[in-house]
């Protein structure tokens, strides 16, 4: 079980900043892992930035680190994830996807190489993201 819903998503000219919620229903117990993942158009979806819930560790692509932050309100059943210095190339749909009960090194893995998709056992259907300038 368990629905994720993102919000946040908007277009913003470069150098512009937003931040992305992802709302997880009947989700909450276990040592999770929550992952942000992009698809701009025409290409294949990549994951940038997971968290392990139990503890907060994270996990960023090189592509994003230093810019985006990803981050949790337990109380809340929400994870974010801060866009800084955003830049055309960042556009995509944004999505985030959770599993159940992971170890650090498949949080990692999220953010290191292709996720099978029902490795994952709950997805949300996205927030679209816009930059220009």
């Known amino acids: 079980q368990g629905r994720l819903v993102e919000s946040g998503g908007g277009s913003v000219l470069a150098g512009g900043s937003l931040r992305l919620s992802c709302a997880v229903s009947?989700?909450?117990?276990?040592?999770?892992?929550i992952a942000w993942f992009r698809q701009p158009p025409g290409k294949g979806r990549d994951g940038i930035a997971s968290?392990?819930?139990?503890?907060?560790?994270?996990n960023y692509d090189r592509s994003v680190e230093g810019r985006f932050t990803i981050s949790q309100d337990s109380a809340k059943n929400t994870v974010f994830l801060q866009m800084n210095g955003l830049q055309p190339e960042d556009t995509a749909l944004y999505t985030c996807?959770?599993?159940?009960?992971?170890?650090?090194?498949?949080?990692?893995?999220?953010?290191?190489?292709?996720?099978?998709?029902?490795?994952?056992?709950?997805w949300g259907q996205g927030t679209l993201v816009t930059v220009s300038s």
């Open positions: 996807a959770a599993r159940r009960t992971a170890l650090q090194e498949e949080c990692i893995a999220m953010v290191r190489y292709p996720v099978d998709p029902d490795a994952m056992h709950s």
């Open positions: 009947d989700y909450t117990s276990g040592n999770s892992c």
């Open positions: 968290i392990l819930t139990s503890d907060g560790t994270t």
